[in-house]
């Protein structure tokens, strides 16, 4: 059974989640990938205030297709998050509380995920038009000249996703190969 | 002299485009299909179900919002004469034409440092070859990077021989993971220089799915690396299962008698083309 999450997300709200929880994700996310990273790190570096508040904030790594008539985004599927590694701790640092992507993430990461009482996780990689459908809105809010890699706020509804990375230090890439390789063993 | 106008290539090349963008070709979905009746591990299942979901219900959006750069092979019979302009110039005009009119995603920037996005997905990566005939033969294979990214060359030694073939070929899905959106498809090169067995691999990747190698030994090879990667337990997504990757071809050509080049592309599901003859 999938929880039901509603984003932003307290620090109360992470600490129940356990990597391997399906979750239905509704709510407000920001999308930044390579270059909005990299240009929001610098803005942090220059003490400059950001477009969106990271306090508690989520990021998902996407850049969506341009939409269809009648939709607020076109394809819209995670990107590979640890392009963004060099940046999250610092961002983890500063607040950012949940994260939405693909594929396994540092150590440094792993360790600003426990340390920060945030959350990593995956959604299914090339299903961008069935994800697309649990987007109700998107209005740029940073960037545009990045074209899709501009920072969007996203309004999303029942967004499946399943947790990756936990407070306590769980990392499901891991325990779920083992535990596969178990049985496939057996 | 056969003619083909230049305005009937960019047509044709954005029509590929779009179709290679949101249809998947029929050989990948049967791979699909097969591996979640094979696949035992419930995640692994769900997973599937999904992405099935995703290319049987898309419609006009595009299966994944990575539409690529667009890899675009052509075949071009020495028997025909291109009239109008340059052939390279219609195939981008109808790269830029397909991305725009198509509302696909344009991943394109101009420079590798300087990285400002072209704005309508040029320049295409055109591979050419002269073909014996009159006809124009077009493929479009738009590439993601989230698998181009994963994907690595190796100048082997002679002495590696095929042991160290399949480590490489190993190692580079197992260093891959869930990072380029498994279940893959795997396309090895073998041979040639080093540039060249870059291309094997990338062309590797736009064969068939039912077509094995037509030598024996590299097909019985072909069988063998594709069961290995398959017992590595990364499953779809990296979340564990048998089905890691979908399809493996391997494409091979003369070598240096010091050398053994080893190159492997790696796509993910949303393995793409489309091709027309001209
Ligand atoms: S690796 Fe393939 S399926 Fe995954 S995001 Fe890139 S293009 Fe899409």
């Known amino acids: 059974m999938a929880i039901s999450v509603t984003l932003p997300m307290t620090k109360e709200a992470t600490t129940s989640l356990r990597a391997g929880d399906s979750v239905l994700l509704s709510g407000t996310i920001y999308t930044a990938r390579d270059a909005a990273h990299q240009r929001l790190h610098e803005m942090m570096q220059a003490g400059e205030t950001l477009p969106f508040d990271l306090d508690g904030a989520s990021i998902y790594y996407v850049g969506p297709s341009p939409a269809q008539p009648g939709m607020a985004v076109g394809s819209a599927g995670p990107t590979t998050s640890s392009r963004c590694d060099k940046y999250t701790p610092d961002m983890l640092d500063a ?20 340390r920060n009482s945030a ?27 990045f074209g899709t890699e501009a920072v969007r706020k996203l309004t999303i509804e029942n967004f499946p996703a399943v947790v990756i990375l936990d407070i306590h230090g769980g990392d499901y890439y891991e325990t779920a190969r083992q535990s596969y390789l178990k049985t496939a063993e057996s | 002299m056969r003619e083909i ?37 419930s995640t692994a299942q769900d997973i599937l179900d999904v992405i099935i979901e995703n290319f049987e219900t898309n419609g006009p959006i595009p299966l994944c919002q990575d539409t690529g750069m667009a890899c675009v092979f052509l075949e071009l019979g020495q028997e025909v004469h291109i009239t109008g302009g340059s052939l390279y110039d219609a195939v981008n005009v109808g790269v830029a034409k397909g991305y725009t009119d198509g509302l696909l995603r344009k991943s394109v920037v101009g420079d590798p440092l300087r990285r400002v996005n072209t704005n309508d997905n040029t320049p295409a990566m055109i591979y050419t070859d002269i073909v014996p005939g009159d006809r124009l033969t077009i493929t479009v294979a738009p590439k993601g990077f989230g698998s181009e990214n994963m994907s690595r060359i190796a100048m082997l030694k002679p002495a590696d021989g095929i042991d160290g073939i399949k480590k490489f070929v190993l190692e ?26 870059a291309l094997l691999a990338k062309k590797a990747l736009i ?10 030994f590299y097909a019985q090879l072909e069988t063998e690396l594709l069961d290995n990667i398959n017992r590595l337990g990364i499953g779809p997504q990296g979340l564990g299962g048998k089905t890691t990757a979908l399809w493996l071809s391997i ?28």
């Not at chain 1, 939405?100 to 600003?112: C, E, H, I, M, P």
């Not at chain 2, 230049?6 to 299909?33: F, G, M, N, W």
């Not at chain 2, 050509?253 to 003859?277: D, Q, W, Y």
């Open chain 1, 95 to 114: 607040g950012l509380r949940v994260m939405l992507g693909k594929g396994k993430r540092s150590d440094a990461v792993k360790q600003a995920v426990v």
């Open chain 2, 251 to 278: 494409e091979t050509m003369a070598t240096h008698i010091a050398g053994l080049p080893c190159a492997v592309n790696i796509n993910c599901h949303s393995t793409r083309h489309a091709k027309e003859v001209l």
């Open chain 2, 207 to 216: 064969r068939d799915m039912d077509a094995h190698h037509p030598d024996p």
């Open chain 2, 5 to 41: 106008q230049v305005s009937t290539v960019t047509d044709t090349v954005a029509r590929l485009c779009v179709q290679a963008c949101t249809v998947l070709p029929e050989d990948v979905k049967t791979r699909i299909y097969d591996s979640r009746k094979t696949e035992p591990w």
């Open chain 1, 119 to 145: 959350v990593y996780l995956a959604a299914t990689g090339g299903a961008g038009a069935m994800l697309a459908r649990c987007i109700k809105d998107a209005e740029i809010v940073a960037f545009p000249e």
């Open chain 2, 172 to 197: 580079t899905v197992e260093n891959a993971g869930p990072n380029a959106c498994p279940p893959l498809t795997v396309g090895v090169g073998i041979g040639g220089t080093f540039d060249k067995a």
